[in-house]
């Protein structure tokens, strides 16, 4: 049920759009049916307060004993400020890159050494960028319990990176869900609905 009411309040807000008609270019440059800005989430303090509910209640069965909630740069560290507000919880993020002044850290905020530290991410695509902030985070002595975004496109090279990493991945809402939601809600045909799963599993 989550899953679903994650998915609806994505499309509510026109943060997931489907248009197999009139593909998007993702940064890396790849054509796809289906675009994710979880950023729009922010904007819209209903909406927002939903996810961070479903956040919350996600750590508390997966890492309950989580020390310090840390956000991947950029788009994780408002979900991890409105999260570690809410759970009471110290936070951090993690940067992009080294700063070129000052003490060059990679992690800004709460110190991570020898706690349990629960990563927020906004989206899942290959997983890449996700677990280059989780080998951070554990590379200055953090106990990593888990990385929980919001929304994965449910790519099979995303479930390879992680497995691979070591890393446990767990997320809000995914594509499956989202195309049944959008088809339930007369947002999309079956056809289209078949277009965008070819692509995930042929990407």
Not at 46 to 71: C, S
Not at 90 to 119: D, F
Not at 168 to 183: A, M
């Amino acid at each position: 049920m989550a899953k679903k009411s994650v998915a609806k309040a994505l499309l509510d807000i026109g943060a997931v759009q489907i248009r197999p008609d009139a593909p998007f270019t993702w940064a890396s440059g790849i054509i796809s049916p289906i675009y994710c800005d979880n950023r729009q989430i922010i904007g819209h303090v209903d909406t927002r307060k939903r996810i961070v509910q479903h956040f919350t209640e996600k750590i508390n069965e997966i890492a309950p004993d989580a020390e310090v909630v840390a956000g991947t740069s950029t788009a994780g560290i408002p979900h991890a400020a409105f999260i570690s507000e809410v759970m009471d919880l110290p936070m951090c993020y993690v940067r992009g890159s080294k700063k070129k002044h000052g003490t060059g850290r990679l992690i800004e905020g709460a110190a991570v050494e020898g706690r349990k530290v629960v990563l927020i991410e906004d989206l899942i695509s290959t997983g890449g960028s996700s677990i280059e902030a989780a080998e951070i985070l554990r590379e200055e002595g953090a106990e990593v319990e888990a990385v929980v975004a919001i929304f994965s496109y449910q790519l099979e090279k995303a479930a390879s990176n992680f497995e691979t990493s070591g890393f446990r991945c767990v997320t809000l809402s995914d594509l499956d869900t989202l195309l049944d939601v959008s088809i339930r809600e007369n947002l999309l045909t079956e056809a289209e609905r078949a277009e965008v799963v070819k692509f995930r599993d042929e990407l």
